[in-house]
């Protein structure tokens, strides 16, 4: 069965914020970091018990993956709607679409 693998707002700031730490110094890395963390992501739709569970939270259903030295925890959840979804075709879109739409909001204040 294949699940549905979906970002929280929070994840993805995250994500951008981790994409522009490193693009300072490495725009080729950032992106490598971020292919990464989006490829682990949607391997979730096939395997979603992959990972351990978080040890803090002792919780089936929160599990984390290590990518890098960056920790991506997710839960494994049937009510979350209207985030985006880690298929996208590019990797880069989710994070791209973000970027503009703040672009454009901070251009309408």
Do not use: C
């Not at 351990?52 to 993956?65: Q, S």
């Not at 920790?71 to 989710?94: T, V, Y």
Request: glycine content about 2%; aromatic content about 10%.
């Amino acid at each position: 069965m294949d699940y549905r693998v979906s970002w929280s707002p929070t994840a993805l700031d995250d994500v951008d914020a981790i994409a522009e730490y490193i693009n300072r110094d490495s725009p080729a890395y950032s992106r490598a970091v971020v292919n990464k963390l989006v490829s682990t992501a949607r391997e979730l739709s096939d395997s979603p018990n992959a990972g351990r569970i978080v040890p803090a939270l002792a919780d089936e259903a929160i599990r984390e993956r290590f990518v890098y030295s960056y920790r991506l925890i997710n839960e494994k959840s049937f009510e979350r709607k209207g985030w985006p979804s880690a298929g996208a075709d590019d990797p880069q879109s989710i994070f791209l679409s973000r970027k503009m739409a703040r672009a454009s909001n901070a251009t309408e204040l």
